[in-house]
């Protein structure tokens, strides 16, 4: 691969990150779909891990089978995009431990602001299931990662 295609997937994998990000900023802070629009007069958190899962996958039948499904894969597939960017833009964090901790960071960074601005709930399930899909990007990326190199051998 030449230098220039490097660079220009460099700079297509930034612009993306950038658009990925403030999508993420508009969905976890103001978006009306998950009640965003409204702030608490209380601090809502979950410290507990699993509680929160157990409880959707519990109450499924009550809060409705796609509450269970955003919940549960729409967090973890929301934050495959960073899993996947990251490595592309960093070759520090081609380590699957490096995507999962700047994954985590991502997330503990937004659930700390939805517990100080009270928009949202600071919930730990929220942080096991947005590092689990950076995670999963991260393996997307390994493998086509490895596709590629494999074929540019050839």
Not at 16 to 24: E, K, T, W
Not at 43 to 58: H, T, V
Not at 126 to 152: A, E, H, P, Q, S
């Amino acid at each position: 691969m030449s230098r220039n295609t490097k660079r220009r997937i460099q700079l297509g994998s930034f612009i993306l990150l950038v658009l990925y990000i403030a999508v993420l900023m508009y969905v976890c802070f103001v978006s009306e779909d998950y009640g965003r629009n409204t702030v608490s007069p209380y601090y809502r958190y979950n410290l507990i891990p699993f509680k929160e899962i157990g409880r959707f996958y519990f109450y499924r039948d009550i809060v409705g089978i796609r509450a269970f499904v955003t919940n549960l894969f729409g967090n973890v597939i929301a934050f495959m995009p960073f899993g996947f960017l990251m490595p592309v833009l960093r070759k520090r964090e081609r380590r699957v431990v490096n995507a999962a901790f700047m994954t985590f960071l991502l997330s503990l960074f937004i659930e700390i602001v939805q517990l100080l601005t009270r928009v949202g709930s600071f919930d730990v399930d929220d942080l096991i299931l947005n590092t689990m899909g950076g995670i999963l990007g991260y393996v997307l990326f390994y493998i086509l990662n490895k596709i590629r190199r494999l074929y540019d051998a050839t």
